[in-house]
């Protein structure tokens, strides 16, 4: 697998494509939602979907409803849908189909712990919505031209991407909620093979982040020219063989592998075994273990850009198995200008960290190169993992 690996593909023409690809993307996105709340109501159905507060998790209900809140109110209900990132976010929208779906599902106005204390709507009822907001959206989808321009595909590419990002945390959530999901809502990946070796890659000027047309998220923009010096980088993640070298050489209780983040990060959690089938990309670390394994290995996390620079130049660098922390923190780029939606990027700069690649729950219309996921850096829940630089 290298740099023009399926997910590439699919992701690149996704963003470039049309009404067609868009469509496809937009029923794909509901096929796995669909079949992600099968397996949760194999599991929750006989007591209300009801899941335990956590930081890290949505109520099931509550999730598939903003699926189709967020989907209503960016097609059905925006009115100015076909002036893609030039549309005022805050013009009058109709009223949604479902009574006071705006005080239940807008993330951006419902505090995180609020959402279990919600009245929700039944699954029935949620399904039907569901179902309604996409009728809707494909019916407005296939009103537009052939040829339709990139502002009026905006938005569906967007509600296409945003479904399958939730699909993804539905995956997740399953994980530590011990649900089980069908291999069908996962992308195969290859087992790593190269055992540590790695990539030189020159010194070059390279510019990063979306340019042309197409559809880009607004943290992606504007391209931004960086001068990269010469860096060796591993041909795939660090595998759980490798990381368990760490572990054995007692590098969880070695102080002076950590900074002090996370040496106050280890102190404060209890910190399960760390391990895996030993030829997969180790997971579900946290970027502070990331850092940590680099400081006794005598290496360094790459910085985003020359993740970046690596993926889309070297044809022997493997991606695609696991989302891999960088040393960078999620910044934007010089002249950032916010998208209509507002809180994708803004609110979460300065906090997080970016992570690039992919993992086997993420979409292939969502796993680019250029692509920027971010989480806090203590976060193990997620499918993060690492590879390192000299």
Same mark, same amino acid.
């Given at each position: 697998?290298?740099?023009?690996?399926?997910?590439?593909?699919?992701?690149?023409?996704?963003?470039?494509?049309?009404?067609?690809?868009?469509?496809?993307?937009?029923?794909?996105?509901?096929?796995?939602?669909?079949?992600?709340?099968?397996?949760?109501?194999?599991?929750?159905?006989?007591?209300?979907?009801?899941?335990?507060?956590?930081e890290t998790l949505?109520?099931?209900?509550?999730?598939?409803?903003?699926?189709?809140?967020?989907?209503?109110?960016?097609?059905?209900?925006?009115?100015?849908?076909?002036?893609?990132?030039?549309?005022?976010?805050?013009?009058?929208?109709?009223?949604?189909?479902?009574?006071?779906?705006?005080?239940?599902?807008?993330?951006?106005?419902?505090?995180?712990?609020?959402?279990?204390?919600?009245?929700?709507?039944?699954?029935?009822?949620?399904?039907?919505?569901?179902?309604?907001?996409?009728?809707?959206?494909?019916?407005?989808?296939?009103a537009l031209p052939?040829?339709?321009?990139?502002?009026?595909?905006?938005?569906?590419?967007?509600?296409?991407?945003?479904?399958?990002?939730?699909?993804?945390?539905?995956?997740?959530?399953?994980?530590?909620?011990?649900?089980?999901?069908?291999?069908?809502?996962?992308?195969?990946?290859?087992?790593?093979?190269?055992?540590?070796?790695?990539?030189?890659?020159?010194?070059?000027?390279?510019?990063?982040?979306?340019?042309?047309?197409?559809?880009?998220?607004?943290?992606?923009?504007?391209?931004?020219?960086?001068?990269?010096?010469?860096?060796?980088?591993?041909?795939?993640?660090?595998?759980?063989?490798?990381?368990?070298?760490f572990v054995d050489?007692?590098?969880?209780?070695?102080?002076?592998?950590?900074?002090?983040?996370?040496?106050?990060?280890?102190?404060?959690?209890?910190?399960?075994?760390?391990?895996?089938?030993?030829? %997969? &990309?180790? #997971?579900?670390?946290?970027?502070?273990?990331? *850092?940590? !394994?680099?400081?006794? @290995?005598?290496?360094? $996390? =790459?910085?985003?850009?020359?993740?970046?620079? %690596? &993926?889309? #130049?070297?044809?022997?660098?493997?991606?695609? *198995?696991? !989302?891999?922390?960088? @040393?960078?923190?999620? $910044? =934007?780029?010089?002249?950032?200008?916010?998208?209509?939606?507002?809180?994708?990027?803004?609110?979460?700069?300065?906090?997080?960290?970016?992570?690039?690649?992919?993992?086997?729950?993420?979409?292939?219309?969502?796993?680019?190169?250029?692509?920027?996921?971010?989480?806090?850096?203590?976060?193990?829940?997620?499918?993060?993992?690492?590879?390192?630089?000299?």
């Amino acid at each position: 697998m290298d740099a023009t690996w399926q997910g590439y593909s699919a992701a690149q023409g996704f963003r470039t494509g049309g009404r067609d690809l868009a469509r496809a993307a937009l029923l794909a996105a509901r096929s796995r939602t669909l079949r992600l709340a099968d397996a949760y109501a194999d599991v929750l159905a006989g007591q209300g979907f009801r899941v335990p507060y956590r930081e890290t998790l949505n109520p099931p209900l509550w999730e598939w409803g903003h699926v189709a809140w967020f989907q209503e109110w960016w097609i059905a209900r925006n009115a100015q849908r076909s002036r893609g990132v030039a549309c005022d976010p805050d013009h009058a929208r109709v009223p949604s189909r479902m009574p006071e779906a705006d005080a239940m599902y807008d993330s951006s106005r419902v505090a995180h712990t609020r959402r279990w204390e919600l009245a929700l709507p039944d699954a029935k009822t949620t399904r039907a919505w569901l179902a309604a907001t996409l009728d809707d959206t494909l019916k407005l989808l296939e009103a537009l031209p052939e040829r339709a321009s990139d502002a009026e595909l905006y938005f569906f590419r967007l509600v296409a991407l945003h479904e399958e990002m939730h699909a993804e945390a539905s995956v997740y959530m399953a994980g530590s909620l011990g649900i089980p999901v069908p291999a069908s809502v996962l992308r195969e990946v290859p087992q790593l093979s190269s055992d540590g070796a790695t990539l030189k890659v020159p010194g070059q000027g390279f510019t990063t982040g979306w340019s042309g047309p197409g559809f880009a998220f607004d943290n992606e923009l504007q391209p931004l020219e960086v001068q990269l010096q010469a860096f060796e980088i591993d041909t795939e993640p660090v595998s759980w063989a490798r990381f368990r070298e760490f572990v054995d050489a007692g590098g969880y209780r070695a102080r002076a592998y950590w900074d002090e983040d996370g040496w106050a990060w280890l102190q404060a959690n209890d910190v399960p075994a760390r391990e895996g089938p030993l030829q %997969a &990309a180790s #997971t579900h670390l946290t970027a502070h273990e990331a *850092q940590a !394994w680099c400081r006794w @290995a005598g290496r360094r $996390l =790459p910085n985003e850009f020359e993740w970046e620079c %690596a &993926a889309l #130049t070297q044809p022997g660098f493997s991606w695609g *198995q696991v !989302w891999e922390w960088t @040393a960078s923190k999620f $910044l =934007p780029y010089p002249g950032f200008m916010p998208h209509p939606y507002r809180d994708y990027s803004a609110p979460w700069f300065e906090t997080r960290r970016v992570l690039r690649g992919a993992c086997p729950a993420t979409s292939v219309t969502l796993a680019h190169p250029r692509y920027r996921n971010f989480f806090e850096p203590q976060r193990s829940d997620v499918f993060a993992g690492f590879r390192s630089c000299a």
